[in-house]
């Protein structure tokens, strides 16, 4: 069964996050949840496509400096 195109998107907004977190200097999802005040858990559950709402897209946009649009730039 091939992925749909919704999980296609939930994959590429994971990698996103992902990116970003590394972009930024962080090695660690868990480093990069603690110095947040996030739950490391969360981040790597957000980093696999999975469990988060559009605040949380939004506020890990802002912690990088972006807008939405920049944050979603390149993903179909």
């Known amino acids: 069964m091939s992925e749909t195109l919704f999980e296609k998107r939930k ?9 970003l977190r590394i972009n ?3 090695s660690s999802y868990a480093k990069f949840a603690i110095e947040h005040n996030l739950e490391s858990k969360s981040v790597w559950r957000w980093e696999n ?7 949380t897209l939004s506020h890990l946009a802002e912690i990088h ?4 649009e920049e944050f ?5």
């Open 72 to 76: 979603f730039k390149g993903i179909e």
């Open 49 to 55: 496509g999975r469990n988060y709402k559009l605040e």
């Open 24 to 26: 930024a200097g962080y």
């Open 65 to 68: 400096g972006l807008t939405l």
């Open 11 to 19: 994959k590429a907004i994971g990698q996103r996050i992902k990116q």
